[in-house]
């Protein structure tokens, strides 16, 4: 939308930072004011990395606000420290180092959870900066005569005192701010960190360590509130001890959700509404202690109704007005017609081999077991796959297909038996790092982002294999990754989405999801390929159309294929194993399948007397 | 500093802090394991409980009035909140649902604040067990004994009805597989709207009870809701044995290290969690699942 015209978003902050004092003093606004909703905003940036963009929601903000806050202050009001800039950075260091130390234990878990936990993590700080630490921060007096910055430039010295002269050095701090935190979103690690939001599962899958990003994620929304809780001490010249408090958190929460979460500037846009709304109930309309149960009412309705806060209300209306509905219906029925007539695209190569000596069966699984519980879902099967080999699975329902493709991703543990892929043992790697290795599945059910756009979901799937699992590359713009884009275009036709790459994945018809489904694991260039069930819910022509394009992929590549549809696994694959009951039934060509008895058994007698599809 | 009688005091008083709390995490634990909502709410139903079971009071004066109006009052809130707001945030994302409880709980508390002001409000302890009792070793108040008792009594119905009942079976078997309990034709969402009701009430009937210990003010949900959930992490999210394992830890963590020094109460509380959260992830009696 925006994204064509590069730093227009940057522009537009500075127009509106520079403008804003001769605006909004007619509008009422103190200057004070706008320190303050400058400050919240700066709060909420990193918050809104954290909450809009990777989506966890932490209560427990106030204790990185508070510690930055009174580490800055300490320096400045008791150690002498005269360098209020300094004492902002050094706050923002303290914070961010604390926020990594809570991130290792608040992010062992997720969603609710993390939730609680934070709320609990938040209270703590409190109880310790009011009682054992009362000594260093004032207890419930606060640090009081916290100074305001002053820079000797040589010739002249600059001194932002108060009012809009501190509105100067709060902007500006504000719009560094901004700069950082547009860079850190539209970087490689700010694609992962959507990706996580919408779909953790598969963002691990394709090979990123979410975990890692998540505590990225968390010690940079704690480094900005670390920050703004030193400007607070600085604009109100006395640190606060209620920065401490939840209600701090609940405030910031409550701001962003209003302002709109994900947008980065509605934490701003929220506090402009809080604060104002506050002074406009209280002295104007006179409701007095009133005013918080209003705004309490105003956040619920606009959850339940406007998801997006207001400017996520406004970019929807801007999206509406602009015409963007017709034109998406046009590109379906153009991408439907164009479809058979595409030429086919160059086979894409896989991960170059790491160790090109060995030349045994690509996978090796041995005595591969699964129990859960009394349940037995695979037993003891013995199963080997040369390079370059297309092999088939097939099996009645309940077979344990699905449970021993998870066992080979290592999405789940065996629970006993051993796996080689390659040469190397990979029983008990994570699925991250064996997606890392070069194997990856596609999923029986949909795993899609299913909040972005095609050409963005297979950017995430590109960047696993082109940045490997964890980097810290968050100033890289995207366009800067080497290969990405050919990567993806590359993907985008061999699926062929090259049409829809730009279309929200909620968008898209289900054939074309399935085909998205293989284009993400395929984007991480894998050796081995996993299929579970690639044809499942298809038209026959779907099908017809993804048995092309299996083949096209198959070229250069091992796959293994799970599929009720034996028409076209036969015709597809040279060799099929039978899965029953857990165990490998009989292996062989299609052919030999075909005829053989104990297969017909299984399909057509016995307790599993069903047909398959 | 530690002497006898002081120690088994503060035992004493941990043990009627742990009960009220695992309670109040029962209420919300069963809530979040059968709709899979998380009620931030939920230390506002604690705070109304106190102040409709205060107003029964003022109107009857009768103790045993106000722990049923009380109770009644925060169960049909809790109903209405199901049928009108929460109901619609089945289908959306937890973040949504943490949310819409959390403004709702702040519209309760500054609703509560609007009404009878910050100032604190008594609710006095019923005749029958007013004064202290001579224990033999010490003395203690009697009313105190007396929530460890009722507070088991209502533990024990919520027992009953969970594990004695066609509807607790329901629950029991949601927390397990929702999606299952869906497919088996039972009328989820009316399950749903009892469960909130049930939740609400064991927050609000604990409210009450335990208005007599300590005053009523607006702001009183608020540090029961962190209690409340630190109780439910150790415990594990769902389980119903965990809530009142996890409550009689936490109420025993607060009150010995406040004898030593208040300051440090929440510290150890959430030295617990974080040691429970690195050995047992799912919390002490949790099970791997919802999330």
Excluded at chain 1, 59 to 67: D, M, N, R
Excluded at chain 1, 381 to 394: A, C, K, N, P
Excluded at chain 1, 526 to 541: F, H, K, Q, T, V
Excluded at chain 1, 572 to 591: A, F, K, N, W
Aim: proline letters at 4%; hydrophobic letters at 50%; glycine letters at 12%.
């Amino acid at each position: 939308m925006l994204k064509q015209r590069p730093l227009l978003i940057e522009t537009l902050t500075a127009i509106g930072l520079i403008v804003a004092p001769f605006v909004l003093p007619h509008l009422g606004f103190a200057p004070n004011t706008v320190n303050r909703i400058l400050v919240w905003g700066l709060f909420g940036l990193g918050f809104d990395i954290l909450f809009g963009f990777t989506g966890l929601l932490s209560f427990g903000q106030s204790a990185f606000y508070g510690t930055g806050g009174f580490v800055a202050a300490y320096l400045l009001t008791r150690a002498g420290f005269s360098n209020v800039l300094g004492a902002l950075i050094i706050g923002m260091i303290a914070a961010a180092a604390t926020g990594y130390l809570i991130g290792l234990i608040a992010l062992r878990r997720t969603g609710i959870y993390f939730a609680m936990i934070t709320v609990a993590i938040a209270e703590v700080f409190f109880f310790v900066e009011f009682n054992p630490l009362s000594d260093f921060t004032g207890g419930e007096n606060g640090l009081p005569g916290v100074p305001t910055p002053s820079f000797n430039l040589g010739f002249t010295t600059i001194h932002f005192t108060n009012g809009w002269s501190l509105y100067q050095f709060i902007a500006l701090c504000y719009f560094i701010g901004v700069i950082i935190a547009l860079r850190i979103v539209r970087s490689p690690v700010g694609a992962i960190l959507s990706a996580i939001r919408d779909n953790p599962l598969r963002a691990t899958a394709v090979g990123h360590n979410i975990h890692g990003y998540k505590l990225t994620a968390f010690v940079i929304a704690a480094a900005y509130a670390g920050f703004a809780g030193g400007l607070l001490g600085v604009l109100q010249a006395f640190m606060p001890p209620d920065a401490f408090t939840f209600d701090t958190s609940g405030q910031l929460v409550m701001q962003t959700a209003i302002g709109g979460r994900g947008t980065l500037f509605g934490p701003l846009v929220g506090a402009t509404v809080w604060l104002f709304l506050q002074d406009f109930l209280q002295s104007a309309l006179g409701l007095g202690a009133a005013w918080k149960l209003v705004l309490g009412v105003v956040f619920v309705l606009l959850v339940c109704f406007l998801r997006g806060g207001i400017v996520g209300g406004l970019v929807d209306l801007y999206g509406l007005m602009s015409g963007k509905r017709p034109r998406k219906a046009a590109e379906t029925e153009q991408a439907e017609v164009e479809m058979p007539r595409q030429a086919p695209p160059a086979p894409m190569h896989a991960k170059e081999v790491e160790h090109p000596v060995y030349s045994g069966p690509i996978l090796k699984a041995t005595g591969l077991t699964k129990r859960y519980g009394g349940l037995v879902a695979n037993s003891d099967i013995d199963f080997s796959v040369d390079h370059g080999e297309l092999r088939g699975i097939i099996g009645p329902n309940g077979a344990g297909k699905s449970t021993f493709f998870k066992m080979l991703t290592c999405e789940v543990a065996p629970t006993s038996g051993q796996i080689m892929f390659e040469g190397r043992d990979i029983t008990g790697l994570k699925v991250t790092e064996v997606c890392q290795l070069g194997l990856t599945k596609s999923y029986q059910v949909n795993q899609l982002f299913t909040g972005l756009t095609v050409r963005q979901n297979l950017t995430i799937a590109a960047l696993a294999e082109l940045r490997g699992k964890f980097r810290l590359d968050l100033f890289r713009s995207l366009a800067g990754v080497k290969g990405l884009t050919e990567q993806v275009e590359h993907t985008l036709a061999l699926v062929n989405l090259t049409r829809r790459a730009d279309t929200p994945v909620s968008e898209l018809a289900y054939g074309e999801k399935r085909r998205l489904e293989i284009g993400l694991a395929l984007a991480t260039s894998p050796r081995l390929l996993l299929l579970d069930e690639p044809l499942a819910g298809m038209s026959p022509r779907e099908r017809v159309e993804t048995v092309k394009l299996l083949k096209s992929i198959a070229r250069g590549r091992t796959m293994i294929i799970i599929d009720h549809d034996m028409d076209s696994l036969f015709e597809l694959v040279e060799r099929v194993t039978v899965l029953q009951e857990g165990r490998v039934l009989v292996s062989g060509t299609p052919e030999e399948i075909k005829t053989n008895a104990a297969v017909q058994e299984a399909y057509l007698g016995g307790v599993h007397g069903e047909i398959a599809a | 500093m530690i002497s006898w009688p002081n120690l088994v005091s503060q035992l004493f008083n941990g043990l009627a802090l742990g009960a009220l709390l695992a309670l109040i995490s029962s209420g919300l634990t069963i809530i979040y394991g059968t709709l899979g909502v998380l009620n931030l709410a939920h230390g506002a139903m604690f705070m109304i409980g106190g102040y409709a079971g205060f107003v029964t009071y003022q109107y009857t004066e009768s103790f045993i009035l106000a722990v049923i109006g009380g109770s009644l009052f925060v169960m049909l809130l809790g109903v209405v909140m199901e049928r009108v707001i929460i109901r619609h945030f089945y289908h959306r994302p937890h973040e949504d649902q943490l949310l819409v409880t959390f403004g709702l709980g702040i519209c309760f508390v500054e609703l509560v604040r609007l009404i009878f002001s910050s100032q604190s409000q008594l609710v006095p302890p019923p005749a029958l067990f007013q004064g202290i009792t001579n224990l033999g070793f010490m003395f203690y108040p009697t009313y105190r004994l007396a929530v460890v008792g009722i507070v088991a009594i209502a533990l024990g119905a919520l027992f009953i009805i969970l594990y004695r009942t066609r509807l607790g079976m329901i629950v029991r078997a949601g927390i397990e597989d929702s999606v299952m309990v869906d497919s088996l034709g039972i009328n989820v969402y009316r399950v749903f709207m009892v469960v909130f009701g049930i939740g609400a009430m064991a927050a609000g009937f604990a409210g009450i009870v335990n208005a007599p210990v300590v005053s009523l003010t607006p702001g009183i949900g608020d540090d029961i809701l962190v209690q409340t959930f630190v109780v439910v992490v150790i415990g594990g999210v769902g389980s119903f044995p965990g809530a009142i394992l996890g409550g009689l830890i936490a109420g025993e963590i607060i009150s010995v290290t406040s004898m030593f020094n208040p300051g440090y109460a929440y510290v150890m509380l959430f030295a617990a969690m974080t040691l429970v959260l690195v050995v047992r992830p799912h919390g002490l009696l949790g099970v791997q699942g919802r999330e």
